[in-house]
C-alpha cells in the first residue's frame, strides 16, 4: 500500500495514531468497535490514549528507530494533532499510507499558507497580511487598520501564539510577546457568531458533512457547541458547501473541520473561513451521541477505504466542555436524564486543560 486508493483495511488489521491525547483516545475507541486494532505513538507517557489500546509507543517524535519499527507494526497511519513534525511524516510516509497525506499537512501547520489556499479557492477569510518584523507590522497595519490579531503562523491553538492589537498598543512591545520571526496579521471580524463544520470524504471523492455546529469559547478555548446552528438553512448549505470545496481541493482523505464566521452583510449574512483543522476536532463530540454515527468513526472508515456512513442527528445536542477543575463536577451530570459524560483518563485538572465533556441530546418532539 503505498497510496490513498490503494488502502483497504479488513477487520484485525491496525491503524497507528500519531499522538495520544484525548482525540487519538476516541479514535481507537471507534476503531475497536469496527474490529480495527490500534497502536498509538506519543512522547508523553500519562497519554490518555495509551489506557485503551494494547500496543503504544512512547517516543520522540523525532525518534526515527522508533517510528520505523512503529511503521512495521501498522497498515496505516494518521494523527490526532496537525503539529505532527513534517520529517516524522516524512519517516513514517516512505513506510505506510499516512492519512490525511502529508502535504495537507504543509498547507494547515501554517496559516499564512492556509489563508492563502482558502482565498485562491474564491473563499472568503478576514482580510490578512504576513508578518516579518516590527515594521512589517506597522504597514500591515497601515492597510488592514485596528482593532486586528495578530497570530504566529505555526503552533497556536487554544488562543496561544495569538493577541488583539488595538489603538495606542506599544507594537514593539506586541512584537517581543510574540516571540516568533513568522507570523500573520488578520482583520478582527465583528461576527454574529462561531459556527463550525465537520466533514469527511473518502480516496473515492465522497464528502458527509454533519450538520453545522454553533460554538461559545470562553477564555479563546471552546466551551460549548450546539447542533443545529441557530442559522437559516441558506447559510448552513453555504458553510457546508464551503467544507465540501476545501476537502476536495485538498484530495483529504479523513475527517476535518472548517471553523468559520457568520458576518453580517447587506441584506443578508455570510460566512468566513477562520481555520481548517486537519483531524477530528472538538466541536464536532456531540456526534459521540447525538448522531448515528460519529465524527470518529467516520475518520476511521475514511483512512480505512470502508464506506462513510450518513449522519443523521437524534435531535437538539449540547456539548459542554469540562475545562480544568469542571471536572470535579462529574458525578452531578451523571444524574441528569438525556446527558452521557465522557471522562478523558487525565491526570490533575489543570486551568485550560480539557479533561472531559458531556453531550445532552434533546429527541424532537412528536407532533
Not at 483495511?9 to 483516545?25: A, M, N, Y
Not at 458533512?209 to 442559522?231: G, M, Q, W, Y
Request: proline share 5%; net charge negative; hydrophobic share 45%.
Amino acid at each position: 500500500m503505498t497510496a490513498s486508493n490503494a488502502v483497504k483495511l479488513k477487520p484485525g488489521d491496525t491503524i497507528g495514531i500519531l499522538g495520544g491525547g484525548q482525540l487519538g483516545r476516541m479514535l481507537a475507541m471507534a476503531a475497536a468497535r469496527l474490529g480495527l486494532r490500534c497502536q498509538v505513538f506519543s512522547p508523553d507517557p500519562d497519554s490518555p490514549a495509551f489506557d485503551v489500546v494494547q500496543n503504544a509507543t512512547c517516543a520522540e517524535y523525532a525518534d526515527v528507530e522508533a517510528l520505523e519499527l512503529f511503521a512495521n507494526d501498522v497498515d496505516v497511519v494518521t494523527y490526532e494533532f496537525e503539529n505532527v513534525p513534517a520529517a516524522t511524516a516524512m519517516v513514517l510516509a516512505a513506510r505506510r499510507p499516512v492519512l490525511p497525506a502529508q502535504k495537507i499537512l504543509e498547507t494547515t501547520q501554517d496559516r499564512l499558507i492556509e489563508k492563502d489556499f482558502v482565498s485562491k479557492l474564491g473563499i472568503g477569510t478576514a482580510d490578512y497580511a504576513d508578518v516579518s518584523s516590527v515594521a512589517t507590522l506597522r504597514a500591515a497595519i497601515e492597510r488592514i487598520g485596528l482593532p486586528a490579531v495578530i497570530k504566529t503562523r505555526r503552533f497556536g491553538y487554544d488562543g496561544k501564539g495569538q493577541a488583539i492589537i488595538r489603538a495606542g498598543d506599544d507594537l514593539e512591545q506586541v512584537w517581543q510577546d510574540l516571540g516568533t520571526k513568522s507570523a500573520i496579521l488578520e482583520a478582527f471580524v465583528t461576527f454574529e457568531r462561531e459556527i463550525s463544520v465537520i466533514a469527511a470524504r473518502s480516496a473515492s471523492g465522497e464528502v458527509e458533512c454533519f450538520d453545522v455546529t454553533e460554538n461559545e469559547h470562553r477564555d479563546h478555548i471552546l466551551k460549548i457547541s450546539r447542533a443545529p446552528a441557530a442559522i437559516p438553512e441558506e447559510l448552513s448549505a453555504q458553510a457546508r458547501a464551503t467544507a465540501e470545496k476545501i476537502a476536495t481541493a485538498l484530495d483529504y482523505v479523513g475527517v476535518l473541520a472548517v471553523e468559520l464566521f457568520v458576518v453580517p452583510g447587506n441584506g443578508a449574512a455570510t460566512v468566513l473561513v477562520n481555520e481548517i483543522a486537519p483531524r477530528v476536532h472538538n466541536s464536532g463530540h456531540w456526534t459521540l451521541d447525538g448522531a448515528s454515527i460519529s465524527q470518529f468513526e467516520q475518520h476511521i472508515r475514511a483512512i480505512a477505504g470502508w464506506p462513510l456512513g450518513k449522519p443523521v442527528r437524534h435531535g437538539e445536542v449540547t456539548m459542554t466542555n469540562l475545562i480544568g477543575d469542571d471536572i470535579l463536577s462529574y458525578e452531578q451530570w451523571l444524574t441528569v436524564p438525556g446527558v452521557t459524560v465522557h471522562l478523558y483518563g487525565k491526570g490533575t485538572p489543570r486551568p485550560g486543560r480539557k479533561m472531559g465533556h458531556v453531550t445532552e441530546v434533546t429527541p424532537p418532539r412528536k407532533p
